[in-house]
């Protein structure tokens, strides 16, 4: 969960969103299909605009030999002390800073985690090559798996709440990653069964003179029906999947991409 939803609401104490928990499986999946050294191995596992921790919490029990770095420059003294309190600091490390997190670290990056980050940044492709200016710890070798917003048409008041600057289609994406000098290894959408509910979000919007006041996944109370959508949502991803196995790519709410910087 971004630390700016989190603020609105105890995130410890509401419920998780199901989009949260089936995307954290999502995750999972696209890590086991195209990495599957990571799930296997002893990896560090590096989280820049980690947020308040729950996924890479829930993710260490699937990866259960990585260590993780988890980076959010939204964290102060009060907040870094809490997850530093909290966290097994043998298995979680947390900074404010990608710089203060890389300092003197002698063991590479096998993976490093973007979910959902870049599309709050202005000049994603500056932010994408200065990542790789960490030489020492992102190398050649290290895969980046990265998870944005899908389709610029769907931007609504959810997106400016959230601070998003855009939202991407494959295309763009691609282009974006390339441009940044990294080669890109796997690409598609997720999530298909949304998009009808986005669009009439956005539509509602247009035809709505009213105030508008998004809220973010932080407001989320648990349900009864939260089962429900999560599976409805995996479904989705599964069959999303096997349509492009047999080379269907069909679009979705969200986009994930699997890259690496390219060899200089």
């Not at 995130?11 to 954290?24: C, D, I, Q, V």
């Not at 979680?92 to 959902?116: C, G, H, P, Y």
């Not at 109370?221 to 349509?243: G, H, N, P, Q, R």
Request: hydrophobic share 40%; proline share 2%; aromatic share 10%.
């Amino acid at each position: 969960m971004d630390l700016r939803e989190s603020e609105i609401t105890n995130s410890e104490e509401s419920g998780r969103h199901p989009w949260e928990k089936a995307r954290r499986e999502v995750v999972v999946s696209l890590i086991k299909r195209f990495l599957p050294r990571i799930m296997n191995e002893r990896s560090q596992v590096l989280d820049i605009g980690c947020g308040d921790t729950w996924l890479i919490e829930q993710l260490s029990s699937d990866l259960v030999q990585s260590k993780f770095i988890a980076v959010d420059t939204a964290f102060n003294e009060q907040l870094l002390k809490k997850y530093r309190d909290r966290l097994n600091r043998d298995k979680f490390e947390v900074f404010d800073s990608l710089d203060s997190a890389l300092i003197n670290r002698e063991k590479k990056a096998d993976l490093v985690l973007l979910l959902d980050v870049i599309e709050h940044i202005e000049d994603d492709i500056t932010f994408l090559k200065w990542t790789q200016s960490f030489s020492n710890h992102i190398t050649t070798e290290t895969k980046f798996l990265i998870t944005v917003p899908a389709f610029q048409s769907l931007f609504c008041e959810h997106d400016v709440f959230l601070g998003h600057y855009r939202r991407y289609t494959n295309r763009m994406l691609k282009q974006h990653i390339e441009e940044a000098g990294m080669e890109v290894e796997h690409i598609g959408y997720f999530f298909f069964t949304l998009l009808p509910l986005r669009i009439i979000e956005v539509l509602k919007e247009k035809l709505s003179s009213s105030e508008k006041s998004a809220k973010g996944v932080a407001s989320w109370k648990e349900k009864s029906t939260d089962a429900i959508i999560k599976w409805v949502l995996l479904t989705d991803y599964k069959v999303s999947t096997l349509f492009n196995k047999i080379g269907i790519r069909l679009p979705g709410l969200s986009n994930y991409i699997v890259c690496k910087p390219k060899s200089k």
